[in-house]
């Protein structure tokens, strides 16, 4: 299963609680506007568009330490542009994780 953790953003805060507040409210914010848009990406059958939010959310991936899904995300990327969408599920479920981390900080 995918266990996403603070240890990145940690690292980068260093000593701020400031700016690991703010790298928190960023993820809080954009992740679910991002999965929505997404959805709705995926619903209509627009594939590039939907690949391009999946490289998006990525980079919260890596930020929340998820690298086996990031490796998902990776595949799920390229195969949208090919307009093969087989790994929609395993990406939601990553999606799920993460929404869930987020809405407890």
């Keep these: ?3 996403p953790n603070l240890s990145y953003i940690n690292q980068l805060a260093g000593d701020s609680l400031d700016f690991r507040q703010k790298l928190i409210a960023i993820l809080k914010t954009e992740l679910p506007q991002e999965v929505d848009s997404l959805k709705t990406h995926l619903s209509s059958g627009s594939w ?3 690949g391009e939010l999946v490289h998006k959310i990525k980079h919260k991936i890596s ?5 086996e899904a990031h490796k998902v995300a990776t595949t799920y990327e390229s195969e ?11 990406f939601e479920d990553i999606l799920t994780v993460m929404l869930q981390f987020i809405n407890k900080l």
């Excluded at 930020?63 to 690298?67: F, K, N, Q, T």
């Design 1 to 3: 299963m995918y266990s």
């Design 48 to 50: 590039s568009q939907a």
């Design 63 to 67: 930020i929340l330490g998820m690298s």
């Design 80 to 90: 949208l542009k090919e307009d093969n969408n087989r790994l929609a599920s395993e």
